[in-house]
């Protein structure tokens, strides 16, 4: 899994999509996503490969980070997103997995989940979700072996700056919700088979 995030790497697009404003502080980084209020902090000397107005990828030479912005979703909260974390996991085809304990102080409720990915690293999906508006941010970071407590110091370092008044421009933005999300995988696979040619099959005499 980590040698495709690394074969992902886009450039282009993330100098074209600056959507966080990066600080250096006290050796962290300091990302600050001011359309939404948000900030975290990361190890120094990562290197952005993706950046857009919901979702953000950086890499170290031993842990990828994305972070994903999506509205919540109406009915039974903990019911969707534990589900929504197992499905993720099983998309990576993720093994000995554990509901995780981390808590995001400022935030209504963390949900995560860890294990280990096929080629043998890490990884923890933690659903963040927001109580000052209508968001979740979902986190996702794949890593070696001996940097668990980096990636939790990471998760816990999400914070709402809510004495800001909040960027009229989130108003405007459409975020979708994890349902659309996967609604929308669902139907661009069906169409992707669709579009592929049938292979014709040819008939030999004996």
Do not use: C
Not at 75 to 104: F, P
Not at 188 to 204: A, G, H
């Amino acid at each position: 899994m980590m040698k495709h995030f690394r074969h992902t790497i886009l450039m282009t697009m993330a100098a074209l999509l600056v959507a966080l404003a990066a600080t250096v502080d006290a050796g962290a980084t300091v990302y600050n996503w001011s359309r939404y209020d948000l900030s975290f902090e990361t190890p120094e000397n990562g290197f952005v490969t993706f950046n857009s107005p919901t979702r953000f990828e950086i890499q170290w030479e031993d842990m990828v980070m994305t972070v994903q912005l999506y509205s919540q979703d109406k009915g039974n909260e903990k019911k969707l997103l534990t589900e929504n974390l197992q499905r993720k996991a099983l998309g990576y085809s993720m093994y000995d997995l554990h509901d995780g304990k981390i808590k995001v102080k400022g935030f209504k409720k963390t949900y995560s989940l860890s294990g280990t990915m096929p080629d043998g690293s890490r990884a923890i999906i933690a659903d963040i979700v927001s109580k000052h508006q209508n968001l979740i941010i979902e986190v996702t970071v794949n890593y070696i072996y001996g940097n668990r407590e980096i990636v939790e110091d990471m998760i816990k370092s999400f914070a709402e700056n809510k004495k800001q008044k909040p960027n009229h421009d989130r108003k405007r933005q459409k975020v979708q919700t994890k349902e659309d999300a996967d609604r929308q995988k669902q139907k661009d696979k069906k169409k992707e088979d669709s579009d592929r040619p049938q292979r014709k099959e040819q008939l030999y005499d004996a």
